[in-house]
């Protein structure tokens, strides 16, 4: 008796698996159709949305590039020494304002009254 209540049941859930789910452009999915989706559309009581710049060639290029190996293994060298992170972007690879956008973040989390690494005012 048991057997054919559990072949039941397992067919029910076999079925409902099987079962696309319903949604607006399903049809238009299946039919090969397509429809754009709607422009997102930002709410009005929404906080001012900052926008981010467009990257330049010279703010996607590496720092040896940009400034040649010197200049990037100073920068480097500086960010090595001041930055806490644990896996800092002191990278001659990387941007140069990335390396120094990390010397300032670093540099600015000192107190006042604290001593800042000569790194810093460089």
Known sequence: MRLPILLTAALLMVAACDQQPASPGAETAASGATTAAPEPVMPADAPP???????????????????GSDGAMELVRRCMAVSPA????????NPCQLIQD?????????????????????
């Open 49 to 67: 949305q900052e926008e981010a710049p467009a990257p330049t060639e010279a703010s996607s290029m590496s720092c040896t590039l940009d400034q």
């Open 86 to 93: 644990s896996h800092p972007p002191c990278n001659p690879e």
């Open 102 to 122: 990390e010397i300032d973040r670093s540099c600015a989390m000192y107190k006042p009254g604290e001593t800042k690494p000569a790194e810093c005012t460089a």
